[in-house]
């Protein structure tokens, strides 16, 4: 026993501290090692691509969103990881800096893009790098209004299957009760997106509610420049906003006035079936009705 229990205590015990030790190494070993994949620059370029660069280049001008070339020089480095992750509250705190971006850039608010801490911090390790990226081509064909109106509403339907846009979004007259509001009225968007702006936005679907949507059923180009063209139309108008108000007093309007005239109704019949019930049930019973004798 004694033996034995030496042995552990010189060679035993020894190895087995190595043994942890060396567990332990391996086991960091991996997670600094992952962790530097998921936060690199490369990880960050290829998120800009899919969610940021409809909106913004990177000296390449402005898109939706200001060109975010030196914007780490601009701004506080923990000021710009917080705006990516969390926009929409840093705009309802009143952020005098977002304020002052919202003025300039029509309104149009950053999304919550739902990003993880590890993503933004790659983001911000690709602003470093300094890397630049191109604003999308957006050489389209021809595009045509009627067309445009056809997909807004689904009279036809999207070469990918996708919703037709009339499901969450109204637009300056299209449909007597105007369409959904899930999505905002998108009778003044031209104006505020600018051609650059709305095409980028609906090439590669720009707005986290739509992108599920339309994974996978992404409009054709021809699509993005009918829906262009059409939106363009309505833009110019001008007079048209408020639509949503006006379709929406009228959806009242004519179901109050429904209303109105099938109580109309529903009394004048009643009134009659009582009678000729009553009347009925007299005869039945051999009375004759007061009224007649
Ligand atoms: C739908 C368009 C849109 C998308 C998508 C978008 N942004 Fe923005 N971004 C904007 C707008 C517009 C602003 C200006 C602030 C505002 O109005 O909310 C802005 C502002 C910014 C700013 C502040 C720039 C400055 O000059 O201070 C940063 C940084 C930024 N965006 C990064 C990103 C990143 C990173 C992504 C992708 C994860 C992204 N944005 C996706 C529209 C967008
Ligand atoms: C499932 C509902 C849904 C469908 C279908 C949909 N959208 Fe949207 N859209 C939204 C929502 C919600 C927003 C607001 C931003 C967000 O939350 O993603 C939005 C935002 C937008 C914006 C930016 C408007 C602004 O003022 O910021 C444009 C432009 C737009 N959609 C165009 C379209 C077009 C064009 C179609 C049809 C091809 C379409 N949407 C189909 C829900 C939808």
Known sequence: MKIRHKVWNSFGRRSFVILLLSVFFLL???????????????????????????????G?????????????????????????????????????????????????EMPNLALTETEVESLLIFFESGESVEAVDITLPQGHVARGEAIFTGTQALEMGGTPCIACHTVGTVGAFGGGNLGPDLTKVY?????????????????????????????????????????????????????ADSASALFWGVGLMGAALLFGFMSFFW???????????????????????
């Open 28 to 58: 960091g070993g991996c997670q600094t090692s992952a962790e530097s994949d998921l936060q690199s620059s490369s990880a960050g370029k290829d998120i800009f691509d899919e969610s940021c660069a409809s909106c913004h280049s990177i």
């Open 60 to 108: 390449d001008g402005i898109i939706v969103g200001p060109d975010l070339q030196g914007v780490l020089d601009r701004r506080d480095r923990a000021w710009v990881a917080e705006f990516i992750s969390i926009p929409d509250q840093l705009i309802l705190s009143g952020d005098p800096i977002v304020l002052e971006l919202l003025a300039e850039y029509n309104d149009i």
């Open 191 to 243: 104006s505020r997106f600018g051609k650059i702006g709305l095409t980028s936005s609906l090439q590669n679907i720009a707005f986290p509610t739509m992108r599920g949507v339309y994974e996978e059923k992404s409009l054709t180009n021809q699509e993005v420049s009918d829906l262009l063209v059409f939106l363009t139309i309505n833009s110019a108008r001008g007079e048209e906003e408020g639509v």
């Open 271 to 293: 009134s009659q079936q009582k009678e000729t019930l009553s009347d009925r049930l007299r005869k039945d019973a051999g009375i004759t009705s007061r009224r007649h004798s």
